[in-house]
């Protein structure tokens, strides 16, 4: 096979490659998520859906706005008829499945709003993951009552 042949299989060979590279879904994703407005200065709640496209498990590590001045990972913990909020570093999204953050489970607690939050408008959050991956949703903000989607 002469040079040029070469060179231009080559060149088709790559191109297939990274299309097909660059036609791969990301393996994170998140879907459904809002944010409980509660009064004045008061902790508001994030809930969202975390989804994991791909064959290992993947742990959402951290969430970020420009919104607030922090956002943490938060689980409740009942013990009886009480129950606690715990700060956790990191939560695994499992291979090929979802991981809700719901009222009464895992959220995002953000603190320190730079503006009044609105109903009916939308925020958004950055989500990041132990892979690198970095997802951004926009987030719905609901009503102080609100206990679901």
Known sequence: ????????????????????????????SVSDCWIRALPGDLPKGGYFKAHNAGDQP??????????????????????G???SMAMVEQVAVPAHGTL????????VMLEE???????????????SFSNGQKVTASCAVKSAGTMGQ
């Open 1 to 28: 096979m002469n040079t040029s042949r070469q060179l231009l299989l080559a060149a088709l060979l790559c191109g297939a490659s990274f299309q097909a590279f660059a036609a791969t879904p990301a393996p994170a």
């Open 100 to 107: 809700v953050f719901a009222p009464g489970n895992y959220h």
């Open 81 to 83: 008829s009480t129950s």
């Open 58 to 79: 993947v742990n959402l590590i951290g969430i970020s706005s420009n919104a607030f001045g922090m956002a943490m990972l938060h689980q409740t913990q009942s013990q």
């Open 113 to 127: 709003p730079k503006q009044t939050l609105k109903v009916g408008s939308s925020i958004p959050l950055t989500f």
